[in-house]
């Protein structure tokens, strides 16, 4: 069985052993064992912390993670993990259209400065910003 120290894992995980202890903390990562009074961490717990840093990543609040694996794992109440789950890809939902609302604008501004560019280039007036603002770029 592989075995990682926290340093290696926050350097992995790119956070830092902190971080690791604040997750043990509230619970999220447990049952860490100990060699020589030092955490090691396994393949296992990899796996969990993979899970926490996608979640998180993706959204969820520490305190949403622990609900999370607190409905998941005591299945108590299914309802409940699928109600948060359907609460987060609403979040994530509205980031999605929101960003791409954001590079639809970049992409006008991008063609409308490259559009002045070629302009300045060949001694012609500078475009109307009018004729970019409601373009839409793939």
């Known amino acids: 069985m592989a075995v990682y120290t926290i340093s290696q894992v926050a350097e992995k995980y790119h956070m830092r052993p902190s971080t690791l202890r604040y997750y043990e903390d509230l619970g999220l990562l447990y049952n860490v064992p100990r060699q020589g009074g030092h955490r090691v961490y396994t393949d296992a717990l990899l796996n969990r912390l993979?899970?926490?840093?996608?979640?998180?990543?993706?959204?969820?609040?520490?305190?949403?993670?622990?609900?999370?694996?607190?409905?998941?794992?005591?299945q108590e109440d299914v309802a409940k993990t699928v109600a948060l789950l359907d609460e987060v890809d609403t979040r994530i939902q509205h980031q999605i259209a929101e960003l791409q609302a954001n590079y639809l604008q970049?992409?006008?501004?991008?063609?409308?400065?490259?559009?002045?560019?070629?302009?300045?280039?060949?001694?012609?007036?500078?475009?109307?910003?009018?004729?970019?603002?409601?373009?839409?770029?793939?």
């Open 106 to 138: 970049i992409q006008r501004k991008k063609h409308y400065f490259a559009a002045i560019q070629t302009a300045l280039a060949q001694g012609q007036p500078k475009p109307d910003w009018a004729d970019f603002c409601n373009q839409q770029y793939v």
């Open 50 to 74: 993979g899970a926490i840093c996608c979640y998180k990543n993706a959204g969820m609040s520490l305190e949403e993670l622990q609900e999370f694996f607190h409905y998941t794992e005591s």
